[in-house]
């Protein structure tokens, strides 16, 4: 690609980034509260509008229901429109409530599994409500103990919910199945890995896709491996970024390991995953899924989609005609060269010049602190109830 080609591509980025990002989230241990967190869905887009603000590629913000649940969702759609950003994907929740002790949609009891398939029927009325395009699917569904229920007549539920939900998906609608490898449930997870939800998607039709948590996998899984396959089968949807040095840390992406992000982004460009069109025009949906339990969160989410721009800018500066012609001249170290030589690359000023052209500040980390609006926040957003995790 020509540095116009590379510019183009950066400057058409999209990503989205969570509203429960910018709520107090922390661990079990303890969440830790900071001044100036939102108090509704509406201040959170109006946080989430931020980081576009700075950054220029977040025209989306997601929502998670009910913990972003109002009472008029178009509402909330025309207030993130007269912000700059739209609704992205909704977020289902069928691990928050005491009726799922056993599972959802995989629960043995016929009534609890009806329960849990109308709360996903209703965030596809939110999408329709939001302009929303995507439903993000995620089952804490699992087992603690070996026998404590059995394995495939949890899958035979989860299919005929999950085929139920298909069939209401409207034009220009899709879901994404996550998978994860453990907890809350420490035996099984029924959707334990890409595998078990390409397997459910497959069996579906067009309008599943998968999606790839990074935090979401064994230790030592390579997720750029399994990006590549999902995106050869047509079947890769989006990703949820974060990033972790043990479990599903949900730390910033590109913090714990940027090396991986760039592997597993240049397998996104080798894949076409880039390519706007590609799903039948809905593309691969790259998403923040995280957490700033301890950091100041509209910083945390700007400084992340930094890190997703660098990974990206080094992807695309990979020189595909010499890479080509190492690996298929069975020339292992010229090919590694190829590919280190884009990562030990410094995309910084790149990146400055493509946010100047853009009309932007080329710091964007700058820019805000120099805003005010976070002092404007912490003044403001006295009283009322926080958002967290709770609702
Ligand atoms: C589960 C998960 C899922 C969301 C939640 C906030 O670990 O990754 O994507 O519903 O985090
Ligand atoms: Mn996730």
Not at 12 to 18: D, F, K, L, M, T
Not at 334 to 344: K, R, T, V
Request: aromatic share 8%; glycine share 8%.
């Amino acid at each position: 690609m020509d540095m116009q080609d590379v510019k183009a591509a950066l400057k058409a980025q999209q990503i989205e980034v969570p509203s429960w990002a910018f709520g107090n989230s922390g661990t079990r241990f303890k969440v830790f509260t900071q001044q100036g967190v939102p108090r509704d869905p509406f201040e959170k887009v109006a946080d989430a509008a931020q980081v576009n603000r700075y950054t220029g590629v977040v025209p989306r913000v997601s929502l998670h229901i009910p913990w972003d649940g109002v009472a008029d969702y178009a509402e909330l759609a025309r207030h993130a429109a007269d912000l700059g950003v739209a609704i992205g994907a909704i977020n289902s929740n069928v691990f928050q409530d005491d009726d799922y002790m056993l599972g959802s949609v995989t629960h043995p009891d016929p009534r609890v599994r009806r329960k849990a398939t109308d709360h996903l029927l209703a965030c596809v009325d939110v999408m329709d409500a939001t302009g929303s395009q995507e439903l993000k699917l995620w089952f804490s569904d699992g087992t603690n103990y070996p026998g404590q229920d059995d394995i495939a007549a949890r899958q035979d539920r989860l299919a005929q919910s999950l085929a139920e939900v298909y069939a209401r998906l409207g034009e220009g609608q899709r879901f994404l199945l996550e998978y994860k490898l453990f907890e809350p449930a420490f035996y099984t997870m029924d959707v334990p890995d890409w595998g078990t939800a390409y397997a459910h998607c497959i069996a579906l039709g067009d309008k599943a896709k998968v999606v790839v948590d990074t935090g979401h996998h064994a230790p030592g899984t390579n997720i750029e491996f399994i990006v590549a396959v999902l995106l050869r089968a047509g079947k890769l949807g989006g990703f949820d970024f974060n990033s972790r040095f043990y479990a599903d840390d949900d730390l910033m992406v590109g913090s714990a390991d940027p090396f991986q992000l760039f592997r597993i982004l240049w397998e996104v460009r080798r894949g076409n995953g880039f390519d706007p069109s590609l799903n039948g025009g809905l593309g691969v949906s790259f998403m923040l899924d995280q957490c700033h339990n301890i950091e100041p969160k509209i910083p945390g989410q700007i400084r992340s989609v930094m890190n997703v721009q660098e990974a990206t800018a080094k992807a695309l500066l990979v020189d595909v005609e010499a890479i080509t012609a190492a690996q298929a001249a069975g020339d292992v170290l010229g090919a590694n060269a190829a590919l280190m030589d884009a990562y030990n690359t410094d995309v910084r000023p790149l990146l400055r010049e493509v946010r100047t052209d853009l009309g932007l500040d080329p710091d964007p980390m700058a820019a805000y602190a120099a805003s005010g609006y976070a002092e404007k926040i912490v003044a403001e957003r006295v009283g009322g109830n926080q958002a967290g995790w709770g609702a």
